[in-house]
C-alpha cells in the first residue's frame, strides 16, 4: 500500500516562504512522476506542479512560475516544493499524489491521472 504523507505548511506573511515535503512509501515511489495540487475552500483541486521521475522534466501552473520550485530526492522518497513570495491567493489545502504510470506525459495537470494522495497540509498567506 502506498502512502503519501505532507509536511511543512503552517501560517506565514505576503512575501514568505515555505517548503513542503511529500514523504512517501514503497521501494517504486522512484519510478513515478508526482505532483502537488491545492484546494482552496470552495473550490477545485487546481495543478500546481509536477516532476518526473527523476527530475529531468518540471511543469508549474502560470499561477506559480517563477516563485515555486519542485524539486525530489529518490533516495530519501521525498518530493519537496519551495515556494516563496507567497500571496495571500496562495492560500489553500496542499496535496501531493503519485502519477499512473505510462500515461501521456503531456496531461501531467490532469487530476484523475493521479492514483495515490496524500492527506493534504495547510498553508495559509496573510497579507
Known amino acids: 500500500q502506498v502512502q503519501l504523507v505532507e509536511s511543512g505548511g503552517g501560517l506565514v506573511q505576503a512575501g514568505g516562504s515555505l517548503r513542503l515535503s511529500c514523504a512517501a512509501s514503497g521501494r517504486t515511489f522512484s519510478m513515478y512522476t508526482v505532483g502537488w495540487f491545492c484546494q482552496a475552500p470552495g473550490k477545485d483541486r487546481d495543478f500546481v506542479a509536477s516532476?518526473?521521475?527523476?527530475?529531468?522534466?518540471?511543469y508549474y501552473a502560470d499561477s506559480v512560475k517563477g516563485r515555486f520550485t519542485i524539486s525530489r530526492d529518490n533516495a530519501k522518497n521525498t518530493v519537496y516544493l519551495q515556494m516563496n513570495s507567497l500571496k495571500p491567493e496562495d492560500t489553500a489545502v496542499y496535496y501531493c499524489a503519485r502519477r499512473r504510470l505510462g500515461l501521456d506525459p503531456n496531461y501531467y495537470s490532469d487530476y484523475g491521472s493521479y492514483d495515490y494522495w496524500g492527506q493534504g497540509t495547510q498553508v495559509t498567506v496573510s497579507s
Open positions: 516532476i518526473t521521475w527523476n527530475g529531468g522534466n518540471t
